[in-house]
């Protein structure tokens, strides 16, 4: 039985658009890096240790403006606070007010506990009263650093980031589910949905940091090791590795079961989604990064084309993550629910969920993560002494 | 020294109590929330909205598609246009076992082409044909249809679940509801219907759908849609109501419901439903 | 090992937080909130009071209790005046002629009258349906003894939209 054309009358407008690309991507970069940070906080990754206090800063800078996309996407955004005034708790969405306040209390007291002895230094020999008390106010009038004190903070950090694991995999996990739990829509209802977002999000974050960190380092903002660079390369690697398994897992069951699902979804993907899905995201997104990475895995990471390949390969890799929430946000609204109807989606430029707002929501992170640097150094103080090698590719660092 | 202690001890034992006096506030849910539907009093303020449990049912053999009903949703309700709390769909299958389906602009102006002029001077039965022009040889329609579709009110309801605010919810007598007062816009909702049956209102920026007229049924009324049907296509009742045409008809009729296998128990039933409606 | 005084610090802002919070929360809580399950119990009563604008027949029939006498008893019987007269009753009930919104002469046209019985292969067989027009007019016309017909002759030239049936026994 074939069918001609048909949408359902309602079914004619795109109502989750640019924003909802641009949530779930920025809830991933925090879950992230935050992971990246994790290895070295809780897994004792000593490779990680340059840029494991400034991972925590990109988490932060990116959470604090995750909401702006969803604020910009409500019809409402006045009754936002009704999610945690009236939640229901059958509704995934309800849980993102409270798994937002948590992350941020343990992410906040994570960066200010890794931090502890500069917040300390700088209410002692801060040069003017205003900053001297703005310090002691952060140190809550606190001021030890004995080494009693530093093995303590040490500890608090583990524990932080043991709790922060797992809350920043449900801050991600949880938009997998939403996305997962809804049987109304064929291309997004699968239980591998939220793992596919975590792995996504686990590639966004640590490519972020890949590239941040080569930036940063060969101006002399960050200490450059390519011991470290490697380390997230590797971890890139085996994330995508498994990003791939979960998402080809995904679309093999699909045919395979060859279900009222795989009726549309097929036709989706040799039609509206051929370019952006088949030959963007999987043709340049996934096989560009994870063939750089693999040769890497064997190539000596002390040379520049080393370091050029990780920057290729993590640019990549960051666009496959976006290119992955636009083909499952958008591709998943392409097709009408009678599943023989399908639409398509041109974003505008002006619209209140534009290309303009996405542009400026997603730079605005960047700027506020500015901010926190001038305010909190990016690196340790200890660590500048300690075994430096200059960056091979552009200027030395230090020295 | 010991007083001091003593005195810091008190105020952390009572400081205690009164943390967890509110922590008690966080954790019990206001009363009301566990009240079951059978729990609740009937009183005044409280209508008989536990003596109805409502049903729909559509006889698609019965329809022929004039659209009465999607215009009176249109007056009743006030849908916005290029959205709709009902439509009709026609359903043509033709000889090559093809399935042409249309639902111009909802069934509102009823199935008749835009220019009357080519029906009213040919010769031909069916001039306008299933899409493909004509409707012979292969193209000839073989089985043909009306389908009304709306919101079916489901028992298992997949958009209420999703509604992170409460917005969304079952009335104690069977109608999905939307407060437009605590709905915040997220279209949530609208992604969990199978059915195609909500909207967001495009000056209200809340979430839209067909009540079952709930103004109107909470007065003894039967929904627009139900009374103007000129052929009782539609029928609306009251499942409580033992004397219940529809009741009946429910017992005795062989019935379905739109996409079954999404286990969603529609309160909105079929009679006639072709295995090719989506 | 001692819990460090800003630790500890820490932790009570955050209880504090989390009790001035929730008590925040809950406070915010609309009135009506679970009277009758979750949800705002006052809607219910919202969503009732509106007006119905579909009056229904009988209305109509308390000053053209005649016209609709002659529909109830045709075979148009089932349909409510508001299906032809379409534009929808919405005022007082006692005055209808105030309510210029009401169309005191709905659609003439071929159009109001195909909208039903226009012949669709998808129409239920049984219903009446005219599956061609100019035959239609060509055969009947003349029984009626109307000269020119065509495709301009309204169906109200020969048809009471009130009480459609024709007996062409009677008449031819």
């Known amino acids: 039985m074939t069918y001609s054309e048909y949408l359902f009358p309602n079914d004619m407008h795109i109502y989750w658009s640019l924003m909802i690309v641009t949530y779930p991507f920025i809830t991933g970069l925090i879950a992230g890096a935050f992971m990246a940070s994790a290895l070295f906080h809780v897994f004792g990754l000593q490779e990680l240790k340059p840029i494991s206090r400034f991972a925590l800063l990109v988490s932060l800078a990116f959470m604090l403006c995750a909401t702006l996309p969803l604020l910009f996407h409500l019809g409402h955004p006045e009754r936002a606070l009704n999610v945690v005034v009236t939640p229901h708790w059958h509704s995934a969405m309800a849980g993102f007010g409270f798994i937002y306040s948590f992350y941020l209390v343990v992410l906040t007291m ?39 004190i530093k093995q303590a903070n040490k500890k608090a950090i583990y524990i932080l980031g043991l709790i922060g694991i797992p809350s920043a995999c449900t801050l991600h996990g949880y938009v997998g589910f939403i996305f997962g739990s809804l049987k109304s829509n064929p291309w997004w209802s699968t239980p591998l949905m939220p793992q596919v977002f975590l792995l996504s999000a686990i590639v966004s974050g640590l490519a972020l940091l890949i590239v941040m960190y080569v930036a940063l380092s060969s101006k002399g903002y960050l200490t450059w090791s390519t011991k470290c660079l490697k380390t997230l390369c590797f971890y890139l690697w085996l994330a995508m590795l498994f990003y791939m398994i979960s998402e080809g897992l995904e679309i093999l069951f699909f045919y395979y079961e060859s279900s009222d699902a795989w009726f549309v979804i097929s036709t989706l993907l040799f039609t509206k989604l051929w370019v952006s899905f088949v030959v963007v995201q999987i043709g340049i997104g996934v096989v560009v990064p994870f063939t750089l990475l693999s040769i890497m895995l064997f190539m000596k990471e002390d040379q520049g084309l080393y370091t050029t390949m990780a920057v290729i390969a993590a640019a990549t890799a960051l666009f496959e993550v976006w290119m992955m929430r636009w083909n499952i946000v958008i591709g998943g609204q392409q097709f009408s629910k009678s599943y023989v109807g399908f639409r398509s989606y041109h974003p505008e430029w002006l619209d209140q969920e534009g290309i303009l707002t996405t542009m400026g929501l997603s730079l605005l992170p960047f700027f506020l993560l500015y901010v926190l640097t001038r305010i909190l150094p990016m690196r340790e103080a200890a660590e500048a002494t300690e075994e430096e090698k200059p960056l091979q590719s552009g200027e030395p660092a230090e020295q | 020294m010991d007083k001091k202690k003593k005195n810091r001890r008190a105020f952390i034992k009572s400081a205690g109590h009164a943390l967890a006096g509110l922590l008690m506030v966080v954790a019990i849910p ?53 959205f709709f709390r009902t439509w009709v769909e026609r359903y043509q299958i033709t000889e090559d076992n093809h399935v042409h389906v249309d639902s111009p602009d909802g069934g509102y102006g009823g199935f008749l082409p835009e220019d009357l002029a080519q029906l009213l001077t040919s010769a031909e039965k069916d001039p306008a044909g299933p899409g493909r022009g004509g409707g012979k040889g292969k193209n000839k329609v073989t089985k043909g249809f009306f389908v009304p579709k709306m919101c079916n009110h489901c028992r298992n309801t997949p958009c209420t679940q999703v509604c992170p605010v409460n917005a969304s919810y079952q009335s104690p007598d069977g109608v999905v509801l939307v407060d437009k007062t605590r709905c915040i816009g997220c279209s949530y909702c609208v992604q969990a219907c199978p059915y195609g049956s909500r909207y967001i209102h495009p000056e209200k920026h809340t979430a839209d759908k067909c009540t079952w007229c709930y103004h109107r049924i909470t007065k003894g009324l039967m929904p627009a849609c139900v009374t103007v049907c000129p052929t009782g296509a539609r029928k609306f009742g009251d499942l409580k109501d033992e004397s219940s045409e529809i009741k009946k008809l429910l017992a005795t009729q062989r019935l379905n419901v739109l996409k079954p296998e999404l286990n969603t128990e529609p309160f909105c039933f079929y009679i006639g439903l072709d295995q090719s409606v989506r | 090992m001692r819990t460090p005084k800003h630790l500890k610090r820490a932790l009570w802002i955050i209880a504090l937080l989390f009790v001035a919070g929730n008590a925040v929360r809950l406070l915010a809580v609309p009135e009506s909130f679970g009277q009758f399950g ?21 209305v109509c029939g308390e000053c053209h209790d005649e016209r609709l006498e002659e529909k109830n008893n045709g075979a148009h019987g089932p349909i409510p005046c508001e299906n032809c007269h379409f534009q929808p009753y919405a005022g007082d009930e006692t005055h209808p002629e105030a309510h210029p919104e009401i169309s005191q002469s709905p659609d003439r046209s071929q159009r109001a009258c195909l909208t039903c019985h226009q012949y669709f292969p998808a129409r239920p067989q049984a219903f009446p349906q005219l599956a061609n027009f100019p035959e239609h007019i060509a055969t009947n016309g003349p029984k009626l003894k109307k000269d020119d017909v065509g495709a301009h002759t309204l169906c109200v030239h020969c048809h009471n939209p009130h009480d459609p049936k024709i007996d062409l026994g009677q008449n031819g």
């Open chain 3, 38 to 58: 979750e949800f705002r119990g006052a809607h219910l009563s919202e969503e009732r009071e509106r007006d119905p604008v579909h009056r229904g027949s009988e």
């Open chain 2, 30 to 82: 206001k009363p009301g929330w566990a009240q079951r539907i059978h729990d609740i009093e009937v009183g005044e303020e409280i209508p008989d909205w536990l003596d109805h449990y409502w049903v729909y049912l559509i006889d698609t053999t019965k329809c022929i598609g004039c659209g009465a009903c999607v215009r009176a949703d249109k007056r009743e309700n006030g849908v916005p246009p290029m």
């Open chain 1, 110 to 148: 994570e960066i200010w506990l890794s931090y502890w002895e500069e917040i300390v230094t700088y209410g002692r020999t801060s040069a003017s009263g205003m900053k001297k008390t703005f310090w002691r106010a952060i140190a809550l009038g606190a001021g030890e650093t004995s080494d009693d």
